[in-house]
């Protein structure tokens, strides 16, 4: 039997000792969550690989291949053909087939490389890459060999079954989704948050989102937005719980209650305080925001310390040090641009102080906020409403 496979290759390093059985499990988990979405699919756990089979057909690598490569854990993929039958006769036309396909008409250098994992194989194993690729410069004379520097290695590896691949997709790396323990982002619409809760989820954080909505002072589009931005980023982590906790009270209360220049302080001191009791409930250890310093106003060092103060949790802030060109190139990568750019506006003018205080004192702000008697009911009765959506 013969079929076409993905040889899926995944981080060696980082999966060493004890953690190797949990983190293999994480990454099937999250291939199965979106190869699920698409079709019907088998995840075989080869030594060191993961192989992907199609149960519906012929596997259709352009459909398959772009829910993989994004999965966080992954150093490669590899298209490939898995073949039972392991002679000689068989492993040299399915390796012709392989180059027919990829390389039909280009001209290129390139070398065969045979592994045996089976050492009962009747050659060694450069016979049989001599051999194999004899043949192949027999039939296809726009290849030349280079075993020095080929501009293409045509891999056979000869497991249980046999494995057939030349070309290998590189990956985003980082951590198997969840390996890390649990983090609450604080997603706006914004660019750059959804670019923090991506590098955090790489490292293997399970990141559970929230917004904070304010209708009418947002709008539905924004909220349809956070949504989007979401989805986008479970194509990388398998599948993101959103919470959508309403705000305006608290944001009324505080408009109406704190000097003006102060409010964005206020207002974001509010949202950590929300973020973590929801973090607490759910067994989350950090919070993480899209904060970079000196941004805006609210990001001076003055402004996050004065935010920061009200936080238990560990705050992890990825993109504290880059630039915004740096941000907008990643964002720009991994494909929260164009959702983030979507033109259209909030109408929440009425928050957004035309001078914000830019270097607030923490104590200042403590001591006004000892007198907003309200405003842990008000967080605690909106996290309490929150809306909790899977993608
Ligand atoms: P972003 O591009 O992520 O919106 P920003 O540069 O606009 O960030 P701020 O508006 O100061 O920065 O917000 C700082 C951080 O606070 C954001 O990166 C995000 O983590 C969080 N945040 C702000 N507004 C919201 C909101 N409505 N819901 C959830 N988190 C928010
Ligand atoms: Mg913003």
Not at 198 to 210: F, L
Not at 258 to 267: A, E, N
Not at 320 to 328: F, L, N, T
Request: proline share 4%; aromatic share 6%; with cysteine.
């Amino acid at each position: 039997m013969e079929e076409k496979v993905l040889i899926v290759k995944f981080g060696e390093v980082a999966m060493r000792g004890n953690n190797r059985p949990i983190f293999i499990s994480q990454l099937v988990k999250t291939m199965r969550n979106r190869l699920d979405k698409i079709g019907n699919f088998y995840i075989v756990k080869e030594q060191g690989r993961l192989i992907v089979e199609d149960r519906g057909g012929e596997m259709d690598y352009d459909s398959v291949i772009p829910n993989i490569v994004p999965i966080f854990g992954l150093v490669g993929v590899c298209p490939g053909i898995k073949m039972t039958d392991q002679s000689m006769e068989n492993l040299k036309e399915a390796a012709l087939r392989h180059m027919q396909t990829f390389f039909g008409k280009e001209k290129t250098t390139f070398k065969v490389a045979v592994k045996r994992a089976d050492k009962r194989f009747p050659m060694t194993s450069q016979e049989a890459a001599a051999d194999i690729g004899g043949y192949i410069l027999e039939k296809m004379d726009n290849l030349t060999v280079d075993v020095h520097n080929p501009a293409v290695t045509l891999q056979v590896e000869l497991r249980n079954d046999a494995y057939i691949f030349s070309k290998v997709i590189k990956t985003f790396g980082g951590l198997p989704a969840g390996s890390s323990g649990k983090g609450v982002a604080l997603l706006s619409g914004g660019i750059d948050s959804p670019v923090a809760a991506w590098m955090m989820a790489k490292r293997g954080i399970a990141v559970e989102c929230v917004y904070f909505h304010s209708p009418p002072y947002t709008s539905e589009w924004a909220k349809q937005k956070v949504e989007d931005l979401a989805e986008r980023i479970a194509c990388f982590t398998g599948e993101i719980k959103l919470h959508v906790v309403p705000f305006t009270e608290v944001q009324l209360y505080l408009l109406e209650n704190v000097p003006h220049d102060k409010l964005t302080i206020f207002l974001k001191r509010a949202m950590m305080k929300a973020a973590e009791e929801i973090a607490k409930k759910n067994n989350g250890l950090a919070l993480i925001t899209g904060d970079s310093i000196g941004q805006v106003a609210s990001q001076t060092l003055q402004g996050i310390h004065a935010i920061n103060s009200i936080c238990t949790m560990p705050v992890l802030r990825p993109l504290a040090g880059m630039d915004k060109q740096e941000i907008v190139d990643l964002a720009k990568k991994i494909g929260t641009f164009e959702i983030s750019i979507r033109p259209y506006e909030d109408c929440c003018t009425i928050f957004v102080a035309k001078h914000p205080e830019t270097r607030p004192k923490t104590s200042v702000i403590e001591a006004i906020e000892k007198n907003l008697t309200q405003l842990e009911d008000l967080i605690s009765s909106a996290v309490s409403k929150k809306e909790s959506i899977e993608k």
